[in-house]
T-cell receptor
């Protein structure tokens, strides 16, 4: 089955700096890679996702890159703000293959220091 | 609001109690999920329902019993739990088992 590794487990950055979180996956058949943000007292919320037919996707200050050959994908947050502080999860699954479950990484706790 | 509503938000129960967690989704999705979130562990998939039929049961102990009466509602019935079952229980939904999951805010369960 799929296995997703996520690094680092904790990350502290100064406000305005960039933050990068990296994930690797094991199943080459995986083709869908979402990122979730979980704030205190809330459930994970989708912030961006990418499918294996593209290598990069951007949404304002957030971007995700995918390297299918190396089986890794990364989340980039630029111009970080205190409200970006949260736990971020990467995940991977094979779409269009029945109900293949979404497999999550262990999460990265991001702290943005004002 | 997330479109997925979970009640109660917090629950404290003794090991001999019976309680139920409720989830309702307002997104028109046809698949629903229960996840367990414990400290320093990845999100653990417990159950998947697609079109109201259970399609995934990840070796979850029988003291957890799911129920999906229709595509908008999902329950998790709890009985004779153990302290190690204390965790955040998250409900999620998706369309056709593909794409993103939409999570509720969870029920924080404490077993005493």
């Amino acid at each position: 089955g799929e296995n997703v590794e996520q690094h680092p487990s904790t990350l502290s950055v100064q406000e305005g700096d960039s933050a990068v979180i990296k994930c690797t996956y094991s199943d080459s058949a995986s083709n869908y890679f979402p990122w979730y943000k979980q704030e205190l007292g809330k459930g994970p919320q989708l912030i961006i996702d990418i499918r294996s037919n593209v290598g990069e996707k951007k949404d304002q200050r957030i971007a995700v890159t995918l390297n299918k050959t190396a089986k890794h994908f990364s989340l980039h947050i630029t111009e970080t703000q205190p409200e970006d502080s949260a736990v971020y999860f990467c995940a991977a699954r094979q779409e269009n293959s029945g109900n293949t479950p979404l497999v999550f990484g262990k999460g990265t706790r991001l702290s943005v220091i004002a | 609001e997330t479109g997925v509503t979970q009640t109660p938000r917090h629950l404290v129960m003794g090991m001999t109690n019976k309680k139920s967690l409720k989830c309702e989704q307002h997104l028109g999705h046809n698949a629903m999920y229960w996840y367990k979130q414990s400290a320093k562990k990845p999100l653990e998939l417990m159950f998947v329902y697609s079109l109201e039929e259970r399609v995934e049961n990840n070796s979850v102990p029988s003291r957890f019993s799911p129920e999906c009466p229709n595509s908008s509602h999902l329950f998790l019935h709890l009985h004779t739990l153990q302290p190690e079952d204390s965790a955040l229980y998250l409900c999620a939904s998706s369309q056709d088992g593909a794409g993103a999951l939409h999570f509720g805010n969870g029920t924080r369960l404490t077993v005493t």
